[in-house]
């Protein structure tokens, strides 16, 4: 399974938990399981497969930065399009052109 995004944190155990209990790993075995995983992680494209597809986005938020507002599918792939802040707070059909690890670019339809 290739998942869309990934979390990779080190444990630190909860006080009065099971986990407290563990045995903690070297810092060395720690740090190499973390980047094993960050390898893998950037080693496969996460959206591809939505290029040329058309999909209902819902828009939630402005990048001023990149003048891109931003929303996401139903399952929850982030999609920019150029900015219209007409879009916030309500959904459109969008043709998703191209990807990146993190989002997905598109044409409102």
Not at 80 to 108: E, F, I, N, P, Y
Request: proline residues 4%; hydrophobic residues 35%.
């Amino acid at each position: 399974y290739r998942f869309p995004m990934l979390n990779i944190s080190q444990f630190y155990p909860r006080p009065n938990t099971p986990a407290a209990k563990l045995k903690r790993l070297d810092g060395q075995t720690v740090k190499a399981r973390s980047s094993e995983m960050t390898q893998l992680f950037e080693s496969y494209s996460t959206w591809d497969h939505l290029v040329g597809t058309t999909k209902k986005v819902w828009f939630s938020e402005t990048d001023e930065k990149r003048s891109q507002t931003v929303g996401h599918t139903k399952s929850y792939a982030k999609v920019v399009v150029q900015r219209d802040d007409g879009l916030l707070g309500r959904s459109a059909m969008v043709h998703l052109t191209s990807a990146t690890k993190w989002h997905v670019l598109g044409q409102v339809l």
